[in-house]
Every structure is written in C-alpha cells, then in structure tokens.
C-alpha cells in the first residue's frame, strides 16, 4: 500500500473538505439567547439564591467588600444544583499558575453513602478552598520539591461556568492560587491586588472632583491574533508540535508581500471553525465581537468588547483555548505562538485598556472640550507619567522569548516604550506644558470626493500601529504583548504604575487644598508640572525608523532589545519598591517572577537548540543525502557512458555537497554549545543562551533552508511555508 505524504493527506483533506467535512452546527436558539448560558451569572445568583445572601455576594462582586463565610454553603448548594441540571458532574477549580497557562483539578459531586449508595454534595468549604499540589508549578525558589501544600481560593469576582465538550461536563470555578505560607504562585493574585491598589488611588482623584463613585475598576478588551493550518501539516512538523514555531523553512515565492489577505474573504473551513468557536465562547460568555483575516496568510483576529480586567484576563485564557480545541474538530490547528513562521507577520494580542468606575463612567473619555475637561487631563496625565517613570516595567511584561521575534521588526512596535496621544491630545499637552489648555483641535469632516458617499466625520487624531502605547479615543492600546501570553501580566503592571502617579497626584491636590486653595488653580499647576517631567515619553511619529532610534537614545529612553535586556529591571531597586509599596508583590514574590521567566527563557530555548539538531540530523540530512546520491549518480553514469558531463549538473553536485556539510559542520557547533555547561547564576545561564545557543540554531537553520531550496521536492520531509500558509 502507497504510503501517503503529509503534503497529499492535507491536500486530499482540504479538497474534499467542501462535502464531506464538518461544518458548523446551526443552532435554533437565537445567539442572543446563547450567551452566557453557560454561566453562573448574576442573573441566574439573582434567580437561585435567597436575598440577603445575594446581595452579600452582590456587595463582594461590586463593590469589593469582604467575602461573607457564612453565605458559601448556600451559594455552593445553588451552584452545584445549577450545574448538574446543565449536566456537570464534577467540578474544578480553575487557576492560572505561572506557566502562563491554566490548570484544572477534576473531582466528583458523588460521595459515597454508609448504605452503598451515592449522594450528589458540594459544601462552601469545597467551593472557597481547593488543594492542589503546589510543588510541581513554577514557584521561583519560593517552594522546595518537597513542600507540596498548596491552595486555589474562590474569585468570586469571576462568574463560575460549565465547560462542555463530548466527554464530559465541569463546573469550572475561577479560583487564585497561593502556597501554604501565602506567597501568590499564580497570574490572578497580583492582578487583584493591582485592580484594588489603583482603585483605592482613583476613588482620591474622584472624590477631590465631588464623585460620589466608590470604586474604580480597570477594564479590558484583549484582540487576539492566531495563525490556522491543516493539522497533517503540522503533525509533520515536529518544531511545530513540540516549540510551536518552525525552526526550519525557507522563504516562498510568495508571503505577503501582495497586501491581499489582510481583511481579505474568509476560507469556508476557517469560517465554519470561527463559527463554531464564538458560539461556544458565547455560551461562557465571552463578549467575542471581530474576526478578520490578518496580515499573513493564514492568520487571523478574533476580539472581544471590553470587560473588568479580571475577567477579560480569563476569557482571553478561554479564547486561546477554544480556538485549539476546536480548531481540531474541522482539521486545523491553531498556532499561537508570536513567529510561527519567519519572513512573514507575527502574531501580538493588543490590549486595550481603560479605567471606568462604578457610576459607571470611562475615566479616559475625552468628551466635547477635553482641554475643559480637568478630571480627564488628570487621569491622562497620571498614564503619562507612570508610562514616564516605568516604561521599563511595561517592556518587562512582555518580555519573553516568543515575543522577542516580534518586537522592533516592522510588524510590531519597537523594545522602546512611548506614548502615541494623537494630534489633538499632542496639542493640548503642548498647551499645558506653556501654562495652560485654551482649546482643542477639532477633527471636521472628511470629504470622499463621490457625491453618493455620506460626508463622514473626521477622528481627531489618527492611528499610530507602530507605537507600543497609543491613545485611541477612549482608551489606551497596548500594542506590544505577545499572542501567547496572558493578559494579567501587562495589565499588573499598567495597574501598579498608573497607582503609583494617581498616589502621587492625589497627594499633591490634597495638601494643596487643604489650606482653602482653589483645586482648579492647583489643578492647573499640577498639570503643567507633570507634562514637564513626563513630555518625553510622547511620540507621535513612526516608531520604526531609524531615526526616532536616535531620538529615543537622545532623551534618554531606554531599549531593552531582548528579553535578557529587559528582566533585571523586574527586580531593580525603583520596581522592588513600587510593587511592595502597593502590595502588588512581597519582594520574595518578585525574585521569584524573575527566575520563573529567566528559566522559562533558557528552557525554551533549550528545547529549541534539541529539536533543531534533531531535526536536522534525522529528517533534513538524510533527505539531502538520499538527494546528494541521486545527482551523484546521474553524474557518475554520464561519465560512464563517454558522455560529457555538463558543467551545471556538476556545480549542482557541488553545491549539494557543499550545503551538506555546511548544515554538519553548523549541527556540530550547536551540539557543542548544548553540551557546555556556562558558570553563574541564572541570568549567566540565560545570556549563554542568546548569545551562544541562537546564533549556532540560527546557522544550522540557514544551512538547512538553503537545502530546502535545493533538494528535490518529493525528497523534502517537511511541508514547506507555501503549502502550510497557502493551501486552506
């Protein structure tokens, strides 16, 4: 029996997709009514539990009172009962350790009775505490293998959901997780205790302004860019399935370079797949409101509308997910990883964020005449001067090996962190900065020129994708995360260093009314001030080029190129006492951080360097061998014959000859750097990884996509770059 290629079974399984694959299920029930079916929403607390302990747990979500003991029996109750008639029979706490992942536990509603029966239960104990071992998490140094003990605390500010699918249904309940001396091993502690440290600092701001708002909440709107494939492609590559980006792959005829796939027709399979994955994250609820064809071939954009950061921060963990789930069930497989295929875009997760309190009014709203606008110049000028002051704490939470493909290539924004605010907000911060803002550049309109076209109203300001922070009219658009990565990390810090500068002002406005002062004539002296210290950090030009490099360089910003650059900062002097100051992280907790993504760093490329090797060594060297003989003996049987051997044939062995020992003698280098073991602490280990083991993987990779180019193709072992991103 003929042996088919991965290229043949992806080619026969895309044409005949059309007949005889999955589509997507259409559903009777309107998707207004599908939403948030199922989860264990405010509604359905309203509808289940008595009175007075929903209004308790009503005061928790809203208002961040604490939690009652006394009400988790009976929540648990309604919630397991809930669950069960959805078809649930176990239940989990759901948490995000630091592997940037989530994680999950499964135990049963059964519990065995004396009479051999079974009995469904679920206590408030099992609801607000869970124990899962802790030792076999990253903890940084906080927890010895040895030391086990563990526990996941109920978030109640995170409505609990059911997780559906074929095998099984689970009550998935939102939960922080810290070890047993209390240290937070996990992405959601911090992000808490960020949301309450900027609240408490706003609400300061608000009630100098006469606001009756008693909390402020950050929101967030994570867009989440992948890349779709045929899975026998990428079950044909082992860099795929086991780095998640390709280490080898020479570049196509064709990339992007036509401009034609970005906001282009959606492939049917990769619309059915769409279809099917906003249906299901409508289901827990998931406000998922875009999709579009990305930049790349292949790549693709979902996005959501904005929600409180905390639970933005688990749905976006459920969209990555659900699209690898179900991407499987129309044969793809999503990629998420930031370059999954050098030459061509790379994928980020821009996260717009804003803060709005609980009168319900968006803090960063401009509105008519926002050089009138006092309330909104403060809280602008705070994220001014906090991106100012901690612009290296922005680069540190989004520095990590993925990503580091991406920024500063023409496809991100750059390692140097500036704000972009627009022509209008430019010109009021100028106004400031010389003694006060009289007017606001209007937008107009804009006139098309076809007289059938309505006259549309021009923004005030354009857009800037080339700036890691830009201002978009209502928020701020953080361009620079990774699409792999979790949100909580980048909004943390936002949260902690925007805290710190509203602290700052509010102490300033404070000690200056309290004499009797007017607050508007401090108001405008406080503005003028912090414009002056912080008027560096705006840019509102093209941060690609080489000159705002210079410019950068000038001012004194700093640009932390790689992921190595940027992680002492994480745990300098300036950030150890901002994040203790705020209770954001003990210092115990930061170092912690610090070596978790230091040893994430080297093992990720560890696992790069092996699987190159191996790679080169069992798929491509051979191939370019079995190549090398066939050309070797169509020469030697030329001679054979008396014929002449033509002069291209012979520079074509040649150059195959070359070639292969080019990707030995680059194979032996590496095989050489993996084997030494560099003296020094974790950092030292770290730096022997990009400055040792990337540039010998990067020359065995250059030797084996030269031979890609040169071996026939129904040797090549690996389906190339023009089949994995062009055939759909």
């Not at 289940?48 to 961040?64: D, F, M, S």
């Not at 875009?290 to 790549?299: G, I, L, M, W």
């Not at 360089?553 to 901002?578: C, F, H, M």
Request: proline letters at 6%; charged letters at 25%; hydrophobic letters at 40%.
């Amino acid at each position: 029996m003929e042996h088919k290629s991965a290229y043949d079974s992806a080619v026969e399984a895309i044409t005949s997709w059309s007949n005889l694959g999955r589509r997507a299920p259409k559903s009777v029930t309107p998707v207004c009514q599908l939403f948030g079916i199922n989860v264990f929403s405010d509604d359905v607390m309203r509808a289940r539990l008595p009175e007075n302990v929903y209004k308790t747990l009503r005061a928790t979500v809203q208002k961040g009172a604490p939690l009652d003991p006394s009400i988790a029996d009976v929540v648990a109750t309604a919630m397991k009962e809930w669950a069960m008639e959805r078809g649930a029979t176990h239940y989990t706490h759901w948490f995000q350790p630091m592997t940037g992942l989530t994680a999950e536990k499964h135990d049963s509603f059964l519990s065995p009775t004396e009479a051999g029966t079974a009995v469904a239960e679920f206590s408030g104990k099992e609801l607000v505490r869970g124990e899962p071992d802790a030792s076999s998490f990253p903890s940084g140094g906080i927890r010895s293998t040895f030391e086990a003990r563990g526990y996941t605390a109920w978030d109640p500010t995170s409505p609990a959901f059911i997780l559906d699918n074929p095998n099984g249904t689970t009550l998935c309940i939102p939960t922080a997780f810290c070890s047993w001396t209390g240290e937070a091993l996990d992405k959601k502690t911090p992000l808490l205790r960020s949301v309450e440290a900027l609240s408490h600092q706003a609400v300061r701001i608000l009630k100098l302004f006469g606001s009756t708002a008693e909390r402020v909440s950050t929101t967030a709107g994570p867009e989440q860019e992948y890349f779709l494939i045929d899975k026998n492609f990428y079950y044909a590559r082992p860099d795929l399935i086991n780095a998640g980006r390709t280490l080898f792959g020479a570049k196509p005829p064709k990339g992007q370079e036509m401009e034609d796939h970005y906001f282009g027709s959606i492939p049917e399979r990769v619309l059915a797949c769409m279809l099917e994955t906003e249906t299901e994250l409508y289901k827990l609820g998931v406000p998922v409101k875009t999709r579009h064809n990305e930049v790349s071939p292949a790549q693709y954009e979902i996005a959501p509308v904005f929600e409180s950061a905390n639970v933005a921060t688990d749905h976006n963990m459920l969209v990555m997910e659900s699209l690898k789930r179900i991407a499987d069930r129309y044969g793809l497989q999503a990629l998420l990883h930031e370059k999954p295929f050098a030459g061509v875009n790379g994928s980020g997760k821009h996260v717009n964020w804003s803060m709005s309190d609980d009168l319900g009014n968006n803090l960063l709203r401009p509105g008519d005449t926002p050089h009138d606008n006092a309330q909104f110049l403060i809280f602008l000028a705070a994220v001014i001067r906090a991106v100012s002051r901690h612009g290296d704490l922005l680069r540190v939470a989004v520095a990590h090996a993925g990503n580091d493909h991406r920024l500063g290539a023409n496809e991100a924004p750059p390692a140097i962190i500036s704000i972009f605010l627009g022509d209008m907000l430019e010109d009021i911060v100028e106004q400031i900065e010389k003694g006060g803002a009289k007017s606001a550049k209007s937008g107009g309109e804009l006139k098309i020129g076809v007289s059938v076209l309505p006259t549309l109203p021009r923004d005030p300001g354009d857009r800037n994708r080339t700036s890691p922070f830009a201002f978009t009219g209502n928020k701020f658009e953080f361009r620079a995360c990774g699409s792999a990565q979790s949100i909580a990390g980048p909004i943390v810090v936002l949260n902690s260093i925007v805290a710190e500068s509203l602290d700052y002002m509010a102490t300033q406005l404070e000690q200056a009314v309290a004499p009797g002062k007017d607050l508007n004539a401090e108001i405008q002296k406080l503005l003028q001030s912090v414009i002056k210290e912080s008027r560096w950090i705006v840019f509102n030009g093209d941060n690609y080029s080489e000159a705002w490099h210079a410019e950068a360089e000038k001012r004194g910003l700093p640009n932390r190129r790689s992921t190595i650059d940027s992680l002492p900062d994480l745990v300098s002097p300036k950030a150890v006492e901002l994040f203790t100051k705020y209770k954001i992280f003990t210092e115990r907790e930061l170092h912690s951080r610090y070596e978790i993504f230091l040893e994430g760093y080297r093992k990720t490329i560890a696992i790069e360097s092996q699987l190159t090797l191996q790679m080169a060594s069992r798929m491509i060297l051979p191939a370019a061998l079995r190549y090398q003989s066939v050309i070797a003996s169509a020469v030697a049987n030329l001679k054979a014959a008396g014929a002449t051997v033509p002069k291209h044939q012979t520079a074509l062995l040649n150059e195959i000859v070359h070639a292969i020992d080019e990707l030995q003698s680059a194979s032996d280098r590496l095989s050489d750097v993996i084997d030494e073991h560099p003296k020094g602490d974790s950092l030292d280990h770290a730096k022997h990884s990009r400055d040792v083991v990337i540039p010998a993987m990067n020359a065995v990779r250059a030797a084996g996509d030269i031979l890609e180019t040169l071996v026939a193709s129904d040797l090549w072992p690996l389906p190339t770059y023009q089949e994995m991103l062009f055939i759909k």
